[in-house]
């Protein structure tokens, strides 16, 4: 055995004191508790970026779903305007950068300003305050062809360069499925939780169960389900109708030990309240239990 210099990098030597690759590169760059600075792959490493100093978020709740067109930037604006009418402030990134969807529903036009520096949010008659790329277009119906880390990157600027002011519950709304974007905000944003939006068909559920997975891979605490388009109400009789047939949220939830936050309606007046952008007028039946929830994390 040759003498040891304590030098483990240029040693073939397997013995019982050998240091790691990580452990001997740590002994040359000492901690200074900023992650952002350090290119070690430390077990501590926290990869969290934070708002800047004119932003106060208290509440950073992430609303997802496997699958398009379930509504969930629906319950991300009705979630909003819900929250916004107890009195709370409020505000929504609209994190889905090439489907943008927020400022109709709410009936925001305008650009967000910016100095190059910082950004200022445009804010709902109520008072919501939101961010999306359809405010940073010059035309609404314009594609945004942007590759993954352009995206991925403005998503981090909405957070970290936007002057929020004091808010209470930030909503992500994020775009369907478990891509770059959401992968990046689990990594990167302070979740406080996630609210998972599914409709009651099998093939929705499979893909539902995806997302629940991911969250579950990235740490990420899961709030819980909501069923949205549960039931349609007969206007007649005013009997609870499943149109999609009977779903199988229960059984999701049970085997992820999970809540059923909500089942809410299939009602057409919010489509109409959508294409008015008039969506804070709108009041749902299951929204109650769903808000107390999130008054109490």
Known sequence: MTECNNNCSLCQEDCDSRQSDFVADATKQQCN??????????????????????????????????????????????????????????????ADITGPSIPQAFGVDGFLFSDGVSILPLESKNGVKIVSTNLILKEKGQPVLWRGALITSLVKQFYTEVIWGDIDYLFIDLPPGTGDVSLTIFQSLPIDGVIIVSTPQHLVRMIVEKAVRMAEMMKVRILGLVENMSYIVCGDCGKNIPLFGDGNIEELANQFNLKVLAKLPLDPTLAKAVDAGTIEQCSVEGLNALTDMLEKI
Do not use: E, H
Not at 57 to 65: E, G, L, M, N, R
Not at 86 to 92: D, P, Q, R
């Open 33 to 94: 508790n900023d992650c952002s600075t350090c290119s070690l792959d430390c077990p501590d490493r926290d990869l969290k970026i934070k708002a800047n100093q004119y932003s106060n978020i208290k509440k950073v709740i992430a609303v997802v779903s496997g699958k398009g067109g379930v509504g969930k930037s629906i319950v991300t604006s009705l979630l909003a305007s819900a929250m916004r009418f107890k009195g709370y402030n409020v505000g929504i990134l609209d």
